[in-house]
């Protein structure tokens, strides 16, 4: 008893080991060998494919796991392909079922299933207890309710297909139920590929869909490295590729599916920031920070690993969070007294290391947690919660995602600054502001670039609120209803026929002698008539081949110029809804004046008759009625999620859209594109079509004379694919929309690789802009928005 | 407590002088409810103790308590009883099987009414020679529970426990001048109420239940701190809602704050609804995490508590043999 005779003088809190014998258990039934989960059942590999998994804590070897090859992934993506269309064709309720089945099971294995993710991953056992396994757990719930009203709620759509999912070692199942509810829900079936490091709860969790008796070839998971992992995304018969990662990665897969027509969602790095204003509940903001940064060993994709606090306050701050730092417990992540586990792989560790070192050298200051580090463990197992001050923004560790437990400092004056500060890096993914005003708090929330936002909170996660992000974070949003989208597409477009080859502008023979020849169209950039940077023009012919006018061959510096104007017109953004829809409809009534002299041009130009082109006036007119009529009813949501507080889905505009019109239909298509961009508050750049170049003049003038303010539609003729390149390639362009042929969607989704910007192409494929179902609607307008959650809890 | 947050001179040993009124610290508070919540909320989940270890810490938890009787229909008899069981709080026999016979053990204080301290008084006496640590004699007094009764009569029921031998009175606070915001009127109340206590430890009863926020808790434990309270105590025990983590950590909070201000060290007693072993070691963590191990000692942290006794003895004597108690084997207090 001399022990505790210590233990009364210490008071310590000792240690309180997790038993593991279940887990081991489980392991020893599997022999300790594990293949892969194709058309629900268990497909040994050969001895020559299988890796060891180890617990990071400890580096002992818990099992053999296979790689998948070639061989593996077609025969996991055929059985899920095989399983399609039965799966989506069974009533929502009877998936419904099954995802609730799914989830109850997961219950009652609860315990085994945090143990073992634990063991694998190194996360403390309170966190994936607490943490990772209930939020699974609510996701399947909440999505098996979604199956159920899909139909109701959704009728305009349909799945997918086949869904190909990668997910990260950080938050192995959690990530895994991200992906697979949603995907079933929606009558997708999968081939999901756990990250090398940490795929033993997938295989458990592949038991849980044999004892669900989830029919066979739903769900499939194939193990295996990034090697698998390419195989997996760039297999011709999947329709879907979701994943979550490293940018660098996330950037391979979007180069890689270019013009594969497959629908791709990214949720990639961060560089999350945490505003502390000088009004917050300091003592709360820095428990704020131990759940941001401390949190999975930093391992989180939306670590809070930006500290931004005012200056007046800061060193107060950095003293208390100093302090509350050394009471921080790094250690065996099975005992539940640990706040910090072990670091996933040595790999992992060195790469922390290497830029922390990295930090210190460019001038930061370093304090690391004075608490032990556990003795007798492997070299780069554990790595001490850290602070680094005297950081500026300059210094690469303010600007790198490191992606374990360490903290940047920066200290600010003034809320813009704050803002200024906070979205000066090439992330977007999620925010935290501390402050005790709610003036402040609402006004800097929608400022932060981020897909989610937590206000005195941080790391809140719910299956009904979307997570996501934006810049290099990546696109799509998973959970609640913006996250369905992601796994459905529109019935129509399976029907959408591939267009002839662009037939463009014919070379002119000869003048009309009638025409106006000397008109001088021009450019529109930043609500003003520009001549093309280039100095050249472009002959256009009407539809008998002759010479109609000439207009400017616009080249990358016009789209430069147009990109200038749009970022300078940031005000419209910041215009209420109501104002926008004025706007629109004083354009609709301008056009309404100008429309025989629209129609005149699609008579000439494009060979219509009389009565078709006064229809096409007629619909681009009800067009741009019908979004200013959206503009204040497309609103947000106030998320179901379990906080006292509310969650608010805020739709914000995307920012800056380069858009490439489409060649058919030419007014309607422009108008079709330009009205949900502008009325849901962006800016763009638009490509106008070829067929008709003379458009853009009577348009900008219309534009001139309807209070669109200078640089919120810019018009640009030329090539529609070399400047698409360039609207693709430019960084401060957020989103590009292309409507032209399959060569040029392949290189605008491959171009946006590098600026990780979202894109919506056609591949070639041919909307009839006349046909309501395809030419407008609500998914017009989720193109033109970002979802942004804001949690807010609130009480006194 | 980590040496780096000490701003000014550490006064370990000394007394709580308190300070001017100053207005601008509370003008300064800030509390999220929604965090100190969560914070409260995660503490249990975060820390674990077991085995030797949770012998260890339910030991201290027992010294810790202050053994309170405050009923109206209290007697010498139940006040004797409660007294004995001060001094004796753990089973011989337990303490044996746990090789800590020697281990002399008592609970804090004794907590009652004006009107007992005689009789506690005359038993507990013998614990000056009995015990390691004599256990302290708290009296309840300025109006108890309400707090509501003339200010010269609280003044006076002071002076006269102190004469009656307390040696730490426990008085509740006018919630009324908390609820109107008049903090000076409280500053200058405890003030007078530290002034009669003279030798006796002052403990201020904030009855957080009756504050309306968790702001109106961190002012009035500020105030108090500042007209010299000694320890600042959650709750009477006789409001509807007591004790909650997540008042007490807005209250350590502001004993951290306070800390760092002038170097005093205050003490932080939770009273009210905490009855099982559980929740004493749900307070020692909060007290460890926020504060250090030196707030885990009877000068700076107690509970009040009548049942919690009763459950850690059960725990201990399931702790020594393995084997599951019952409440009729252990002495009654």
């Known amino acids: ?796 | 407590m980590d040496a780096s947050l000490i701003m000014v001179a550490d006064k370990t040993n000394e007394r709580n002088a308190g300070m001017d009124f100053n207005p601008d610290w509370l003008a300064k508070v800030q509390i999220n409810r929604s965090a100190i919540e969560r914070r409260a909320g995660s503490l249990g989940d975060r820390r674990s103790i077991k085995k030797h270890w949770q012998v260890a810490w339910l030991l201290q938890a027992i010294s810790c308590i202050d053994l309170t009787t405050l009923a109206g229909d209290d007697t010498p008899g139940r006040v004797r009883r409660l007294c004995n069981k001060a001094m004796n709080p753990v089973r011989r026999e337990i303490l044996s099987s746990l090789d800590l016979e020697d281990l002399e053990l008592s609970t804090g204080a004794v907590c009652v009414y004006h009107g007992m301290l005689e009789t506690a008084n005359q038993i507990l006496a013998r614990s000056r020679g009995q015990n390691a640590r004599p256990v302290g004699l708290a009296a309840v007094s300025a109006g108890f529970p309400a707090g509501l009764n003339a200010l010269p009569l609280r003044i006076a029921e002071i002076d006269a426990s102190v004469a009656a031998g307390a040696t730490e009175i426990d008085i509740v606070i006018s919630r009324r001048h908390a609820l109107s915001g008049n903090w000076r009127a409280l500053y200058d109340e405890v003030r007078s109420f530290r002034e009669a206590s003279g030798e006796a430890h002052l403990k201020t009863i904030l009855a957080t239940g009756e504050l309306g926020t968790l702001r109106n808790v961190a002012k009035a434990s500020i105030v108090c701190m500042m007209a010299g309270a000694d320890f600042i105590k959650t709750s009477t025990g006789k409001e509807s809602v007591n004790a909650t983590l997540a008042v007490s950590l807005v209250m350590v909070r502001c004993i951290r704050s306070y800390f760092e201000d002038t170097g005093y060290r205050i003490g932080f007693k939770p009273a009210g609804g905490i009855s099982t072993a559980k929740d004493a070691l749900n307070w020692l963590v909060l007290m460890k995490e926020e504060l250090g191990v030196e707030w885990m000692q009877p000068e700076l942290f107690r509970f009040g508590a009548s049942s919690l006794l009763g459950d850690i003895e059960r725990q201990l004597e399931h702790a020594a043999t393995g084997i599951y108690s019952a409440s009729y084997r252990n002495p009654m207090g």
């Open chain 1, 1 to 796: 008893m001399q022990n505790l005779r210590e233990a009364m003088k210490t008071l310590d809190y000792g240690v309180a080991p997790e038993s593991t014998a279940q887990v081991s258990e489980w392991l020893e039934a599997h022999g300790r060998v594990f293949g892969h989960f194709i058309d629900g059942e268990f497909i040994n590999g050969t001895k020559r494919t299988q890796f060891e998994t180890r617990n990071p804590a400890s580096g002992e070897v818990l099992a053999k796991i296979s790689q998948a090859d070639k061989k593996i992934v077609n025969i996991a993506v055929a059985a899920a392909g095989r399983a399609q269309a039965k799966w989506a064709s069974l009533p929502g309720f009877q998936r419904g079922r099954y995802l609730y089945a799914i989830a109850r099971l997961i219950q009652k294995h609860s315990r085994l299933f945090a143990v073992l993710e634990s063991l694998d991953n190194g996360k403390p056992i309170r966190e994936s207890r607490t943490g990772d396994i209930p939020l699974v757990i609510r996701h399947f719930y909440h999505h098996a309710g979604w199956a159920q009203l899909l139909e109701s709620e959704f009728s305009d759509y349909e799945a997918i297909g086949v869904a190909g999912q990668i997910i990260p070692w950080n938050f192995p199942l959690l990530m895994l139920a991200w992906k697979i509810a949603p995907a079933l829900a929606c009558g997708n079936t999968v081939v999901l590929k756990p990250a090398e490091y940490t795929s033993l709860t997938a295989l458990l969790f592949a038991e849980i869909c044999q004892q669900a008796k989830l029919p066979q070839g739903v769900v499939n998971i194939i193990t295996g490295d990034g090697a698998s992992g390419a195989l997996l995304s760039g297999h011709p018969d999947i329709q879907k590729v979701a994943f979550t990662g490293s940018t660098v990665v996330g950037r391979r897969i979007r180069e890689q599916t270019a013009g594969s027509g497959k629908k791709l969602t990214l949720e990639l790095g961060g560089k999350s920031p945490f505003i502390v204003f000088d009004d917050a509940d300091m003592d709360s903001a820095i428990e704020g920070l131990v759940d941001a940064i401390w949190f999975n060993q930093g391992q989180v994709c939306c670590a809070g690993s930006r500290l931004l606090v005012q200056e007046g306050i800061a060193d107060q701050f950095h003293t208390r969070l100093r302090s509350r730092m050394d009471k921080l417990r790094v250690g065996d992540p099975l005992d539940k007294s640990v706040d910090l586990g072990a670091i996933v792989d040595p790999v992992q560790h060195e790469q922390i290391d290497r830029l922390v070192t990295e930090g210190v050298a460019q001038g930061a200051s370093i304090y690391q947690a004075t608490g032990q580090l556990p003795d007798k463990c492997p070299v780069g197992s554990f790595y001490p919660p850290t602070l680094l001050t005297g950081v500026e923004s300059s210094d690469m560790v303010a600007q790198e995602e490191i992606f374990g437990p360490v903290l940047v400092s920066m200290t600010y004056r003034t809320p813009a600054e704050a803002v200024a500060l906070a979205n000066n890096v090439r992330y977007g993914l999620a925010a935290s502001i501390w402050t005790e005003n709610i003036n402040l708090a609402l006004d800097i929330a929608p400022k932060v670039h981020a897909g989610v936002v937590w206000i005195n909170c941080t790391n809140q996660f719910d299956a009904a609120t979307g997570f996501g992000g934006v810049k290099e974070s990546g696109y799509g949003r998973e959970g609640g209803r913006e996250g369905l989208f992601e796994y459905l597409k529109l019935r129509f477009e399976a029907n959408l026929k591939t267009a002839n080859p662009a037939t463009g502008t014919r070379l002119a023979v000869k003048a009309d002698p009638s025409d106006d020849i000397d008109k001088t169209p021009k450019f529109y950039v930043g609500g003003k008539q520009v001549r093309p940077d280039s100095g050249y023009s472009r002959a256009v012919s009407d539809h008998k081949g002759q010479l109609a006018g000439f207009v400017g061959e616009g080249n990358r510096k016009d789209i430069r110029n147009a990109v200038e104007a749009a970022r300078k017109a940031s005000s419209w953004t910041s215009a209420t809804a109501h104002s926008r829809a004025q706007v629109l409809y004083y354009l609709a009534e301008n056009m309404s004046a100008r429309q025989a002299e629209l129609a005149g041009l699609l008579q000439k130009i494009n060979g219509y008759s009389r009565k078709r082109a006064q229809t096409e006036c007629q619909l681009s007119i009800q067009r741009l009625f019908y979004y200013a009529a959206w503009a204040d009813k497309y609103d947000g949501d106030v998320h179901a999620a379990p906080i006292r507080g509310v969650t608010i889905a805020m739709k914000e505009a995307s920012g800056i859209i380069g858009i490439a019109c489409p060649e058919e239909q030419p007014l309607l298509g422009i108008i079709s594109l330009l009205a949900p961009a502008i009325v849901m508050g962006n800016r763009v750049v638009m490509v106008t079509p070829s067929s008709n170049p003379l458009l853009a003049s009577v348009l900008y003038q219309i534009l001139d004379t309807s209070d669109v303010p200078g640089g919120v539609v810019n018009l640009i003729q030329g090539d529609r694919n070399t400047l698409s390149k360039t609207l693709a390639d430019h960084y401060e362009v957020d989103h590009i929309w292309y409507f032209g042929d399959q060569e040029g969607s392949t290189m605008v989704e491959a171009a946006s690789a590098a600026s990780l910007k979202r894109t919506w192409v056609n591949y070639g494929k041919v909307r009839n802009w006349a046909d309501n179902e395809q030419g407008q609607g609500q998914s017009f307008l989720r193109q033109s928005t970002e979802i942004k959650n804001i949690w807010v809890p609130y009480g006194e």
